[in-house]
């Protein structure tokens, strides 16, 4: 079962085209005056031409990789370092502000591979900031944690049910997810313990130094918005200019992200259904009726004999709901799924799975829940989780089984144990930053956006509000959301608290 979080709108595009489809409290006392003179602490990084990987080629020359060595353990600074993945494009005006750091979501997500297909949505800001990104500890190029190999992975897909039926459906749910971790521990060792977003807040503390920056000028989307107010958490003096999109509840626990998650997703499907002209509540109960069908009897695909199960049909309806424009790819594969074709739909799921025609899969989720499980000491039993089913089906008959399960079999029996319940946010005394809320986003629901600029303090936290649809707001189509971020950005022009973009 896949959680389906904090992954960005332009990662969805890039699925659908691969588909071929039309937080944390901190560790002792931090003052935030680390690194005050901007260095790097004698860690310099050697800059030079990309290299191109089994998953991808080499970005034009206009890009720059490196790898910066930091702790293992930030509670041995001396001790064993992890290499992290770097690549920038150097700022094109002359009037440069210093480097503008990302974290494009997941968590999982590769920002090394992510970024040069971002630069086109950021080259205003890239006129007068380098643009930077990375791959955080235990993801992609930064020793990267596979915890199943592809064949193990497929059968997974087809035999483990996401909302078990039976008592022999629930102990292959379990046991997967202990198989899974089991998996996770083996590929990462030491590794396994030191992947949180606290780590990884640490870690962008010291790339700020070795970009020679005095403070941390960062945009952070989906999971990255966590990530990047924990960063505010630790150190507030190091805040520059900060843009949080699409944005994460901080005040939020595993059940209640689910919760959030089955509101969002209901939301934009109800959205989704009135485009095209349909009752929401009617259409939902037809969309739910498909998936028991489904469950009762997997549909036929023309991918080489595999068949369209129910929870890579939820996932296939799950990606285009990420983004407007993909909303017609929704309609295509919903119909043909009613006519006992799967293959469009299973095309989806793969896109969101990263799953090429080869049957090679990608690594996200899999990052992804090695430093969830790691994040969050919630662990609801299989008991809990079927006493909080009434209410996720409640909030959606689609997505509230799913979420409603999942909750259960996400971290169950999990290697290494949790290390909050919600991630502490609050920065007194940082720079203002900006929080990008989008109403109609599914992943992260804009109540979070509020949520997190309240955590973050009095005048810390700052609304913009879009009234759109789709995962993230920034380059999603809102000239006065590019506009007011780009000014905030660029020129630290704050914009007043709650102003709206509709």
Same mark, same amino acid.
């Given at each position: ?10 990662? $969805? ?40 990987? *089994?998953?991808?080629?080499? @970005?034009? *020359? ?7 060595? $930091? ?12 290499? %992290?993945? %770097? ?14 750091? /990302? ?28 643009? =930077?990104?990375?791959? @955080? ?36 749910? %379990?046991?997967?997810?202990?198989? /899974? ?46 990530? #990047? ?9 190091? =805040? #520059? ?44 109960? *037809? ?33 285009? %709901?990420?983004? &407007? ?44 829940? +090695? ?14 989780? &079927? ?9 959606? !008959? ?33 720079? !203002? +930053? ?7 986003? !599914? ?7 509020? &949520? ?28 006065? =959301? ?12 704050? @914009?007043?608290?709650? &102003?709206?973009?509709?």
């Amino acid at each position: 079962m896949t959680r389906f979080t904090r992954w960005t709108a332009l990662t $969805v595009a890039a699925a659908l085209l691969t588909a071929g489809c039309s937080g944390s409290g901190s560790s002792g006392d931090d003052s935030g005056n680390e690194g005050d003179d901007g260095k790097s602490g004698g860690t310099a990084l050697d800059w030079g031409r990309c290299q191109a990987t *089994e998953d991808a080629p080499a @970005p034009d *020359e206009e890009w720059q990789c490196a790898t910066l060595q $930091v702790p293992l353990d930030w509670s041995k600074p001396d001790g064993s370092t992890i290499g %992290l993945a %770097l690549i920038r494009a150097e700022a094109t005006g002359d009037d440069r502000l210093g480097s503008l750091l /990302f974290n494009f979501g997941g968590p999982g997500g590769s920002g090394v591979s992510m970024m040069p297909s971002y630069a086109a949505t950021a080259s205003e800001l890239r006129e007068r900031y380098d643009l =930077v990104s990375f791959d @955080p500890r235990g993801v992609a190029a930064s020793e990267g944690i596979r915890c199943r190999d592809d064949k193990d992975i497929q059968a997974a897909e087809s035999s483990v049910d996401g909302t078990p039926d039976t008592p022999a459906e629930e102990r292959t749910f %379990l046991q997967d997810a202990t198989d /899974f971790g089991k998996g996770c521990q083996d590929a990462a060792g030491e590794l396994m313990a030191h992947v949180s977003t606290t780590d990884t807040a640490r870690d962008m503390d010291r790339i700020r130094q070795a970009l020679g920056d005095e403070r941390l000028n960062y945009f952070g989307i989906s999971y990255g918005t966590e990530l #990047g107010g924990v960063y505010a958490h630790l150190f507030p003096k190091k =805040v #520059g200019r900060m843009t949080l999109d699409a944005v994460v509840d901080p005040s939020a626990d595993t059940v209640g992200h689910a919760k959030n998650q089955t509101r969002g997703f209901q939301t934009a499907l109800d959205n989704y259904l009135k485009s095209t002209g349909r009752d929401p509540e009617e259409g939902s109960r *037809e969309i739910a009726e498909l998936l028991e069908r489904i469950d009762s009897d997997p549909l036929p695909t023309s991918s080489s004999g595999r068949e369209l199960t129910q929870t890579l049909a939820l996932t296939g309806i799950i990606l285009p %709901l990420y983004s &407007k424009t993909s909303w017609p790819v929704l309609t295509g594969a919903l119909e043909a799924a009613e006519e006992g074709d799967g293959t469009e739909l299973l095309a989806l799921a793969d896109g969101y799975n990263e799953r090429d025609a080869s049957g090679n899969y990608g690594t996200t989720t899999h990052s992804q829940r +090695v430093i969830s499980c790691l994040d969050d000491k919630q662990r609801p039993t299989l008991e809990e989780a &079927k006493e909080l089913l009434p209410e996720f089906e409640e909030l959606s !008959p689609v997505f509230g089984p799913f979420l409603g399960w999942d909750t259960a079999g996400w971290c169950h029996d999990w290697p290494v144990p949790g290390q909050f319940d919600t991630p502490e946010v609050s920065a007194p005394g940082a720079a !203002p +930053v900006l929080v990008v809320g989008n109403t109609g986003d !599914p992943a992260t629901p804009y109540e979070g956006a509020r &949520k997190m600029a309240d955590e973050l303090g009095e005048d810390v936290g700052v609304v913009l509000t879009w009234k759109g649809e789709g995962h993230g707001a920034y380059g999603s189509g809102s000239d006065c =959301v590019d506009s007011t971020v780009d000014a905030y950005l660029l020129d630290g022009t704050v @914009p007043e608290d709650g &102003k709206i973009c509709s």
